[in-house]
């Protein structure tokens, strides 16, 4: 699987409002299916949908216990989402500008260095 489609499906599976509330219900700690339907006022298989999209998704994983199928939230998915969220942020090339920058910076502080120990000339003021 590329890195585009995971990234994709990450971001496809964040979309919804209801299934970024899951994911929060989830960050403390796992909980039963039951348990996360009844907190949403849409059917239980409408959550159960849901379910299935961020377990197909990576983001969550269930394990059947018993007879109640608990679910746990599995945040390695979203580090490729976040890394390319995060290269938005970083305009383009600014690691030349910044090279350039440490370039010139080491340059200016040579050309000090030998003008001040240079010699001078009688009467020559720095």
Same mark, same amino acid.
């Given at each position: 699987?590329g890195y585009?489609?995971?990234?994709?499906e990450?971001?496809?599976?964040?979309s919804? $409002?209801?299934? #970024?509330s899951?994911?929060?219900?989830?960050? !403390?700690?796992?909980?039963p299916?039951?348990?996360?339907?009844?907190?949403?006022?849409? =059917?239980r298989? %409408?959550v159960?949908?849901?379910?299935?999209?961020?377990?197909d =998704?990576?983001?969550?994983?269930?394990?059947?216990?018993g007879?109640?199928?608990?679910?746990?939230l !599995? @945040?390695?998915r979203l580090t490729?989402?976040?890394?390319?969220? %995060?290269?938005?942020?970083?305009?383009?090339?600014?690691?030349?500008h910044?090279?350039?920058?440490? @370039?010139?910076v080491?340059? @200016?502080?040579?050309?000090?260095?030998?003008?001040?120990?240079? $010699? #001078?000339?009688?009467?020559? @003021?720095?």
């Amino acid at each position: 699987m590329g890195y585009a489609f995971r990234v994709d499906e990450v971001a496809a599976a964040i979309s919804d $409002p209801i299934r #970024r509330s899951i994911l929060e219900l989830l960050r !403390d700690g796992d909980l039963p299916a039951g348990e996360i339907a009844d907190r949403f006022p849409v =059917s239980r298989p %409408a959550v159960s949908r849901h379910l299935r999209v961020l377990r197909d =998704s990576g983001l969550v994983h269930s394990e059947l216990v018993g007879r109640q199928r608990r679910y746990r939230l !599995d @945040t390695d998915r979203l580090t490729e989402l976040v890394d390319w969220l %995060a290269r938005l942020r970083r305009p383009r090339g600014w690691a030349q500008h910044l090279d350039a920058l440490e @370039t010139e910076v080491h340059r @200016t502080r040579r050309e000090r260095r030998t003008r001040d120990t240079a $010699p #001078r000339a009688v009467g020559e @003021t720095a």
